[in-house]
């Protein structure tokens, strides 16, 4: 079967219950997962019932979709994400946010929790994704081609969208911004690895985010992006990183986070 094959089947899934193609998507990281309570009349389908969908395992993700509206737009939200570390695909990793495109989802907002790598940031700073840096190895556009999803060799100028960039920074100006380094994970990078990943212009780095905004981009949706700068990465801290760092990180700045995300929800 195809991959689009695939997901027309999610859809029809979708459909026979009734659910209303949302325009807005967000796919909610590490320390996001509190907005899902905004969203009004929300119908919740667990990522498991939905034919062909990942589930993902993973401590402090969700695995739900939830349907409703946020200031009166239909929306869906992610509560968590599928990721190549723990072995799946590139396909399966972006399934979920293809499947929403391709129901009529115009814009999306990927967020994610994410080791600060640039000189001067904190934990707890929130950055507005401008570019990014995949150095997972992988993509979700190798394998044979599917013109429904999107050309054979897409441009990636301008992969994160500047308008709604430029929303973003207008709702919270306290917002920093930078370019985010996907990796392949799920081990924290060395010391080493960090210097690298600075000389190479990356101010963030995480392991998830870059197959979702490769494949959605090529499917010619509007992509905007925010992390969550949980701990300083490797030989920038004098503790060892923990993923319950990240977790005590996303719990902190959860009130800040919703209302930014609220904000987003009212650009238009």
């Known amino acids: ?90 396909d399966e990793v972006v399934r979920p946010v293809r499947t929403l495109r391709r129901m009529g989802a115009e814009r999306f907002l990927l967020t994610n929790a994410a080791g600060g790598v640039r000189p001067g940031m904190r934990p707890g700073d929130v950055m507005v994704i ?52 996907g990796l392949l994970g799920p081990n924290y990078e060395t010391p080493a690895e960090v210097r690298m990943l600075q000389r190479l212009g990356a101010d963030a780095v995480g392991m998830s985010t870059v197959m979702e905004a490769i494949a959605l981009h090529a499917m010619g949706a509007r992509v905007a992006g925010l992390s969550l700068i949980s701990n300083l990465a490797a030989g920038l801290a004098d503790t060892p990183l923990s993923h319950e760092e990240v977790l005590a990180a996303g719990r902190a700045a959860q009130p800040r986070l919703i209302r930014t995300l609220a904000a987003f929800c009212t650009l238009r």
Do not use: K
Request: overall charge negative; aromatic content about 8%; charged content about 20%.
């Open 130 to 181: 401008e570019d990014h840096i995949n150095l997972t190895g992988s993509s979700p556009l190798v394998g044979e081609h599917e013109p429904d999803l999107g050309p054979r060799f897409p441009d990636q100028t301008r992969v994160w969208d500047e308008e709604l960039r430029a929303g973003l920074l207008a709702g919270d100006p306290t917002l920093v911004r930078g370019v985010y380094a």
């Open 1 to 90: 079967m195809s991959e689009v094959a695939v997901l027309d089947e999610a859809i029809l899934f979708f459909e026979a219950r009734g659910i209303a193609p949302p325009r807005l998507v967000l796919v909610l990281g590490s320390g996001f997962q509190g907005f899902a309570a905004e969203v009004q009349d929300a119908v919740a389908i667990p990522f498991a019932d939905v034919p062909e969908w990942p589930v993902p395992g993973v401590e402090g993700h969700g695995a739900t979709v939830l349907f409703g509206t946020v200031a009166g737009l239909p929306t869906a939200c992610l509560t968590g994400r599928a990721h190549l570390y723990e072995g799946f695909t590139p």
